[in-house]
């Protein structure tokens, strides 16, 4: 994981976004961060190639000045900025240029009213094959000392991925909960369950996950109390197509997305 992009579009979210980045970069041997930012491409007729550059060399110029005012003695950090459609162009840039991670930022105008992830992040998540860290709005890197994986326990085996997953394990080293949050758990898990955190046990053994397995009707309450009970730095999920991502992510409960603003996330491209 060395090669480490942030979208930036000046907001305050973005910025903050840069600054952990940074400092989890620090943690990361040969790590290199890229301030990206896209802009929209003006087609009028009397716009010359001139025009065009004159806008490339502003933005340029505004990213120089955010790296000077953030980097905080992290000197790898390059800046580019180019015309054309935001998902768009971050998709070629990463598969071109064999990025590691995207940290991004969330969008909203304020904790209260917003969606917990923008619509940018979520088709960055959608449409992107690497992982994506969502930073909230105050966040401040403390180190990823203990991380919590949320699976839905449902054929593990193919749909996890595990080297992904590793990587992040490996550099940082973090204490590694497993967790799983389902209202049909009782005393005993059922034989399925157990048969998939088998198979998970067999992939992540090697790092003594602990796991739990939750009784709650609602996720987000379930992984509320988790985060806060064990001091967790940051979650990592793999989004499953619209089912543990749309009940994680997509809901109008604000006062439960709040809560969440203080815990960084990673999502994993299955």
Avoid: W
Avoid at 49 to 65: C, F, P, Y
Avoid at 136 to 165: C, E, H, M, N, W
């Amino acid at each position: 994981m060395k090669n480490i992009v942030v979208p930036i579009d000046f907001s305050d979210t973005s910025v903050n976004a840069a600054k952990y980045a940074i400092e989890l970069a620090k943690n990361i041997p040969e790590a290199a961060i890229t301030l990206y930012h896209v802009y929209s491409r003006i087609s009028f007729s009397t716009l010359t190639s001139k025009d065009e550059n004159s806008r490339q060399m502003v933005t340029e110029a505004e990213l120089q000045k955010l790296k000077a005012n953030i980097e905080n003695g992290f000197e790898a950090i390059s800046c580019v900025a180019e015309p054309g459609s935001f998902v768009e162009n971050l998709a070629d840039y990463a598969l071109g240029n064999h990025v590691d991670l995207i940290v991004m930022g969330i969008t909203g105008s304020s904790k209260l009213t917003q969606v917990f992830m923008g619509t940018n992040t979520l088709n960055v998540i959608r449409n992107i094959s690497c992982p994506v860290m969502i930073i909230p709005p105050d966040a401040k890197y403390t180190g990823l000392k203990r991380v919590v994986f949320t699976s839905d326990f449902q054929d593990v085996a193919r749909k996890t991925p595990f080297q992904s997953i590793k990587k992040i394990l490996d550099i940082f080293q973090p204490k590694l909960d497993i967790l799983n949050v389902d209202s049909e758990h009782f005393v005993e898990l059922t034989p399925e369950f157990k048969l998939e955190r088998d198979a998970m046990e067999e992939k992540l053994g090697s790092y003594n996950p602990e796991f739990s397995f939750l009784r709650s009707y609602d996720f987000l309450e379930g992984i509320s109390s988790f985060v806060e009970s064990r001091n967790i730095d940051a979650i990592i999920t793999v989004p499953h197509k619209h089912t543990l991502f749309n009940q994680f992510f997509v809901t109008s409960t604000t006062k439960k997305l709040a809560y969440h603003s203080t815990v960084p996330i990673i999502a994993i491209p299955e």
